[in-house]
C-alpha cells in the first residue's frame, strides 16, 4: 500500500487548540512517537494546562494533522513538535514552528529551549535549520537511557543583564 502524497502547504491553516482536539492529539502522539516516549493521556493534559501553554495545531481540509505545544514562563520552551508522517516534509512542521516562535516572541520570550533525542538524526536536521544549537547533553534522558540534546534559539536580541543597563544609564 502507497502512502498518499502530503497536500500542499497552501491548504494548510494553523489555530489555537480547542479541548474538542485532544482525543486528536493524543492519537497523533501515540502515531508520532514510540510507546515508551508517547504522552499518555495525562501527561499531554497537563502539558496543555500548564501555566503558560500555547498549543498550535495544523490543519488541512478539516483534519488536524499536526501540533505544537509550548510554554512561556521565565523562557520559551518547546514541549513537542507532533507532525503525522504522512505530513512530513511538506513544511507543516516548519510552519508550526514559526507561528509559536512568533507568539512567544510576542510574549517577550528571548530564548527558546527544547529536548531531542541524540539519535533523532531528522529532528536534529529540523531544528539546526530552523537556528537551534545544541548546549549540552543530559545523559539518560529518555526512557531506556537515551540520551537527549538541550538545544536553544535565540529569538531576539538578548535581554540587557544588570551591567548593560547600568551602563545605559
Known sequence: ???????????????????EDFETLFE????CYEPEIAYSRRELR???RFPGADCVVARIASAIVGFCITASRAGGYIITIDVLEQHRRARVGTALLHEVETR???AGVREVRLETATNN???IAFWNRHGYRTLSVWKHYYPGGRDAYV?????GPPAPNETQK???T
Open 1 to 19: 500500500m502507497t502512502t498518499p502524497a502530503p497536500k500542499p502547504a497552501s491548504e494548510l491553516t494553523l489555530r489555537s487548540y480547542v479541548p
Open 28 to 31: 497523533i502522539d501515540q502515531a
Open 46 to 48: 497537563n502539558y496543555l
Open 104 to 106: 512567544m516572541a510576542a
Open 121 to 123: 538524526h531528522s529532528a
Open 151 to 155: 538545544m536553544s534559539k535565540q529569538l
Open 166 to 168: 547600568r551602563q545605559a
